[in-house]
Nanobody, 127 residues
Framework: QVQLVESGGGSVQAGGSLRLTCAVS????????MGWFRQAPGKEREGVAG???????VYSDSVKGRFTISQDFAKTNLYLEMNSLKPEDAAMYYC?????????????????????WGRGTAVTVSS
């Protein structure tokens, strides 16, 4: 029932920008946290950014100031605006969702706590 579908990945030069989109369906919780995670070959999956139903956001230190997470008014799409991309940002990017009690992501992104996941969209960055 719940489906998350990512799009917008691609190849970009270092210093460039990309905007990822996650189309959300079947997820109608009043309070939630939705986030973006990424995983590069040979590395563990890491949290990148999250946004709560109350509009609050949380970012990993490595992307803070460069990436921006947002959602549309109807809450049907989740976005990740990525600026000043670095080769280290290359990875498969996944969106995820979970319901929460207080409408925020509690200032952290823990992979195991998210219930629903998309299949991912690939991002490559060349020097």
């Amino acid at each position: 029932q719940v489906q998350l579908v990512e799009s917008g990945g691609g190849s970009v030069q270092a210093g460039g920008s990309l905007r990822l989109t996650c189309a959300v369906s079947g997820f109608y919780y009043e309070r939630y946290c939705m986030g973006w995670f990424r995983q590069a070959p040979g590395k563990e999956r890491e949290g990148v950014a999250g946004i709560g139903s109350d509009g609050s956001t949380v970012y990993s230190d490595s992307v803070k100031g460069r990436f921006t997470i947002s959602q549309d008014f109807a809450k049907t799409n989740l976005y990740l605006e990525m600026n000043s991309l670095k080769p280290e940002d290359a990875a498969m990017y996944y969106c995820a969702a979970k319901f929460v009690l207080y409408g925020n992501c509690a200032g952290r992104l823990t992979q195991g706590a998210f219930d629903y996941w998309g299949r991912g969209t690939a991002v490559t960055v060349s020097s």
